[in-house]
């Protein structure tokens, strides 16, 4: 990875022995590890045991998740936040362990489109909830420091299965909850 960081450095008329720019290659390929680290993770290994029996059937909800992902068509960041929920049926997750979830889907080349149903698919299948409501709300770089260049757009998506999906109340609760 970092030869090839050197080369696309020399392809916009860099110099690699320059100061600056010499050690980049590898500084850039060590962060491109770490903020594409969610594909060396599994679903088994991030929840890593942490469900617990419950007798509670109320909505578990965890809110304003900062997220930090990359756009897969640009290779820019997108930035922003996750809000969570899920009814429990019999067990609960780690608190801890749905952050967990949220960072091993955004540290992947993304749209985030798919990232908030990877999300709730995950979410449902940890827990086997009556039903799961993901929100992602993030702003792309992409958007804002090229092409269009809008600086206050915010990309919102949603994703709601099982009771999120099929009852307006439980929606409706989830979604003034994370106002």
């Known amino acids: 990875m970092e030869a090839e960081y050197a080369s696309i450095i020399e392809q916009l008329g860099e110099d690699i022995g320059r100061d600056g720019l ?3 290659p590898a500084r850039a390929a060590k962060a491109m590890r770490f903020l594409t680290r969610g594909y060396n993770q599994s679903l088994d290994e ?3 045991g942490a469900l617990f029996s419950s007798d509670n ?6 809110r304003d998740i900062e997220l930090y992902s990359m756009c897969e068509h640009h290779l820019l960041p997108f930035i ?3 809000h969570v929920a899920y009814i429990p049926q019999g ?5 801890s362990k749905i952050a967990r979830i ?3 889907y955004a540290r992947r080349l993304q749209i985030q489109e798919n990232m908030t149903k990877e999300i709730a698919e995950a979410i449902q299948q940890v827990t086997d909830a009556a039903g799961v409501g993901v929100v992602i709300e993030a702003q792309h770089m992409c958007m804002m420091m090229r092409g269009v260049e809008k600086q206050n757009a915010m990309m ?6 099982g009771s999120f999906r099929e ?3 439980t929606r409706t609760e989830f979604l003034s909850l994370i106002r």
């Open 22 to 24: 010499r050690d980049t």
């Open 80 to 82: 922003g936040k996750a």
């Open 167 to 169: 009852n307006p109340a």
């Open 46 to 48: 991030v929840v890593n």
């Open 91 to 95: 067990k609960v997750v780690g608190l």
């Open 57 to 62: 059937s109320e909505m578990v909800l965890v």
């Open 102 to 104: 949220v960072d091993m």
């Open 156 to 161: 919102k998506t949603s994703m709601m299965l």
